[in-house]
């Protein structure tokens, strides 16, 4: 069993940058994350191959950038020009085995999550 810890959430400002970040226990092939705001479905924000591999959400492509130390088994989300659309849980999430993906089913372990507000 994989633990994930993430770390990083916070409040900012409209326009502002926060830093996400998420320690996997064992080993992994993909990890990425996941959001989710109130009231409203979990969505995927972006995830990252264990051989460099990116895939954004369209709104995620922009301003956010996922990066992640493969020997360390951690990832992290820099966010920026943040909006108080992006206010909402932030989850990571991790895939033992297959390709990258925006689908919630193919991940084998979830974090926490960690909040993040953006208002003003």
């Known amino acids: 069993q994989v633990q994930l810890v993430e770390s990083g959430g916070g409040s900012v400002q409209p326009g502002g940058s926060l830093s996400l970040s998420c320690a996997a226990s064992g080993r992994i092939f993909v990890m990425g994350w996941y959001r989710q705001a109130t009231g409203k479905q979990r969505e995927f924000v972006a995830a990252?191959?264990?051989?460099?591999?990116?895939f954004y959400e369209d709104s995620a492509k922009v301003r956010f950038s996922i990066d992640r130390d493969v020997v360390k088994n951690t990832v992290s989300l820099d966010m920026s020009s943040l909006k108080p659309e992006d206010t909402a849980v932030y989850y990571c999430?991790?895939?033992?085995?297959?390709?990258?993906?925006?689908?919630?089913?193919?991940?084998?372990?979830w974090g926490q999550g960690t909040q993040v507000t953006v208002s003003s």
């Open positions: 990252l191959s264990s051989g460099g591999f990116a």
């Open positions: 999430a991790a895939r033992r085995f297959g390709g990258v993906s925006r689908r919630a089913t193919d991940y084998d372990y």
